[in-house]
């Protein structure tokens, strides 16, 4: 079993700034990748942020040079610094964590948190 919480999501004003983390625990043998989608009623669950065990990261265009995604290993927990947040990042934001077991790659979700940026 591998359990995978997301925290850090609210409320907040145009141009200001959240901090997302996800913590990994459980029967885990080797992350490959931790990541960020977020998705909005009616929407497809979208990219926003990656991170592979080597410290590779790739972002959405959409976010570029405002969000950041970073990794404590010894706590198999990401990280989402979001700045000048603006309306359209609205969404749930779900953490993904990508598991090695043998030759597959197995994906596990969080269960979601909610941002809303707005005056």
């Known amino acids: 079993q591998v ?3 997301e925290s850090g ?10 901090r997302l983390s996800c913590a990994a625990s459980g029967d885990i043998f080797s992350i490959n990748a931790m990541g960020w989608h977020r998705q909005t009623p009616g929407k497809q669950r979208e990219l926003v942020a990656v ?3 080597s410290g590779a990261t790739n972002y ?3 976010v570029k040079g405002r969000f950041t995604i970073s990794k404590d290993n010894a706590k198999n927990t990401v990280f ?3 700045n000048s947040l603006k ?16 030759g597959p790659v ?6 979601g948190t ?6």
């Open 51 to 53: 991170i592979t065990s």
């Open 3 to 5: 359990q995978v919480v």
């Open 106 to 111: 197995f994906r596990y979700w969080g269960q």
């Open 114 to 119: 909610q941002v809303t940026v707005s005056s």
């Open 80 to 82: 989402l610094q979001m």
């Open 87 to 102: 309306p359209e990042d609205t969404a749930v934001y779900y953490c993904n964590t990508d598991i090695k077991k043998g």
């Open 60 to 62: 959405a265009d959409s």
């Open 9 to 18: 999501g609210g409320l907040v004003q145009p141009g200001g700034s959240l």
